[in-house]
């Protein structure tokens, strides 16, 4: 990205998140950056140092990095967001006790996952097929995160959306395990657990794991499935990787074999009796 662009999605991605936090001026006060500075930031006319490149990403809960990436992608990740929720959890003394025990991967590791990702089960929704969602992981302040879109095609129209969900949390790799948290941020209702192990197939990479799930209403029950994430490439979500996320055949050829392998032949979630 030239270094023009970069100022102009930085100022973008600036405005979105003062958007949502409301006062500018406490902003400033708290990562403790004159408010006329902050301001040419602001309208893109100037690029902070990189020193304050990164009392804003601190500030926000986000890396440097994401922080100046193209504001359509900046989007795709950000939207909907729970920033508060998170930060709130980071601040509480036994969340920091905790993350300091499980913290201990080393950097390559986080590096090899973060990225975009094909993320496959079953659908509960549609029987007997799977379901294709758009999955990225990516380098926050102090630790991974990771956002994934699904989309579910309409009965009538099946070119046509019918439903869309967004899922944002953390990731947390302990132990040769990849563990994660998320929360639903479009209902706001339902929050999921998933566990992977990484697994690579010649130039494949993939993780295969269980995610449970449990939804603040009765019409959704709690539930558990198997989830396969396939590598697709470095970087962040495009609109590219959002068109085609979708429910697909079981059958369909265009899922790895490694990954209807894994899902099985049995169509079933695991739900509670």
Do not use: W
Not at 60 to 81: C, K, M, Q, T, Y
């Amino acid at each position: 990205m030239q270094s023009d662009d970069r100022a102009e999605a930085f100022a973008a991605n600036l405005r979105y998140l003062c958007d949502q936090r409301g006062s500018i001026s406490l902003i400033c006060r708290k990562i403790q950056i004159n408010r006329q500075q902050f301001n040419k930031y602001l309208s893109g006319r100037h690029m902070p140092s990189a020193a304050n490149i990164r009392l804003i990403a601190d500030h926000f809960g986000l890396s440097p990095d994401v922080l100046a990436s193209p504001h359509a992608e900046f989007r795709a990740l950000i939207d909907g967001n729970f920033f508060d929720a998170f930060n709130r959890m980071r601040a509480a003394p036994q969340v920091q006790k905790f993350l300091a025990t499980v913290m201990s991967a080393p950097g390559a590791v986080e590096q090899a996952l973060v990225g975009v990702y094909d993320r496959y089960q079953f659908s509960s929704i549609y029987p007997r097929r799977i379901l294709r969602a758009s999955l990225c992981v990516y380098q926050g302040s102090d630790l991974l995160q990771h956002t994934y879109v699904e989309h579910f095609p309409s009965h009538d129209d099946p070119q046509k959306t019918a439903y869309t969900f967004k899922y944002h949390g953390f990731v947390l790799p302990i132990e040769n395990r990849i563990f994660t948290v998320d929360f639903e941020t479009v209902q706001r209702n339902e929050m999921t657990f998933g566990i992977y192990s990484t697994v690579q197939r010649n130039t494949k990479r993939f993780m295969f794991g269980i995610t449970s799930g449990i939804a603040a209403t009765m019409f959704r029950q709690p539930f558990a499935t198997r989830i396969a994430l396939h590598y697709r490439r470095p970087g962040l979500l495009k609109r590219e990787d959002l068109a085609a996320t979708t429910a697909l055949d079981m059958n369909d050829s265009s899922i790895p074999r490694e990954v209807r392998e894994y899902l099985g032949d049995t169509p079933d979630m695991i739900k509670p009796s």
